[in-house]
């Protein structure tokens, strides 16, 4: 059981290209979750998505776009990087419900010069 | 709007010594919360929610209501407790959420 899995674990970007990250989750779980980290700021939810095919903004979606094509798959993509972008980046998927915990991915950490 | 504060960014005990990790929230209705941590370089994990009281690696915590506050506490540190810790509340708004402080570092040294 791999529970959540997110590729690449680590990626230097030059500014303006683009990327996606991938977000796999085998638990059946309907939401999932994009989150930044950053230094002092804790994590910061950036899109999220309720079921297959449905996406929503979170706090800090501006420069990123998401898709969930498949249940059990959250892409995180970023059209044209900037250093501002630089962070580790973490997956999330949970089942829905009260009390019910969020359980993480490893992150990828990305790198823009 | 839903914010978590987490005032205290580094925490530096000695091994043995109590530990409290202070988290406040803001919310209006009746939140869900949760402590998360962090090992280094690692994955974040639940360490407890509010709902269940339980002691977990002899850590508990205790919802506050009139405070609004949800406090971590071990009586004992341990080194194997240096982490990062982030408390996180989910209130009623749609998708789930969580909103996350900013984190405390917690080191316990020998």
């Known amino acids: 059981n791999a529970g959540v899995t997110q590729t690449p674990k680590f990626r230097v970007l030059k500014t303006g290209q683009s990327m996606t990250l991938l977000c796999a989750q085998d638990?059946?779980?309907?939401?999932m979750y994009w989150y930044r980290q950053d230094p002092g700021m804790g994590l910061r939810l950036i899109h999220y998505?309720?079921?297959?095919?449905?996406?929503a903004k979170g706090e800090v979606p501006d420069g990123y776009n998401v898709s969930r094509l498949k249940k059990q798959n959250f892409l995180l993509g970023l059209e044209s990087a900037a250093p501002s972008q630089t962070s580790v980046y973490f997956c999330?998927?949970?089942?829905?419900?009260?009390?019910?915990?969020?359980?993480f991915g490893n992150g990828t950490r990305l790198t823009v010069t | 709007a839903q914010r978590v504060t987490q005032p205290e960014k580094l925490l530096s005990v000695f091994k043995g010594a109590p530990v409290e990790l202070k988290c406040n929230y803001s919310?209006?209705?009746?939140?869900?919360l949760f402590w998360y941590v962090q090992y280094s370089r690692q994955r974040l994990q639940l360490l407890l929610r509010?709902?269940s009281r339980e002691s977990i690696k002899g850590f508990t915590a205790d919802l506050n209501k009139g405070e609004t506050s949800f406090h971590l506490k071990k009586p004992f540190a341990q080194e194997e407790d240096s982490a990062m810790y982030y408390c996180?509340?989910?209130?009623?708004?749609?998708?789930?959420?969580?909103?996350f402080g900013g984190g405390t570092r917690v080191l316990v040294k020998p």
């Open positions: 999330a998927s949970g089942p829905g419900g009260i009390n019910s915990p969020l359980h």
């Open positions: 638990m059946n779980h309907e939401y």
């Open positions: 998505s309720v079921g297959e095919g449905t996406t």
């Open positions: 919310y209006s209705g009746s939140p869900e």
């Open positions: 509010h709902i």
């Open positions: 996180a509340l989910r209130g009623q708004a749609a998708g789930n959420k969580l909103t």
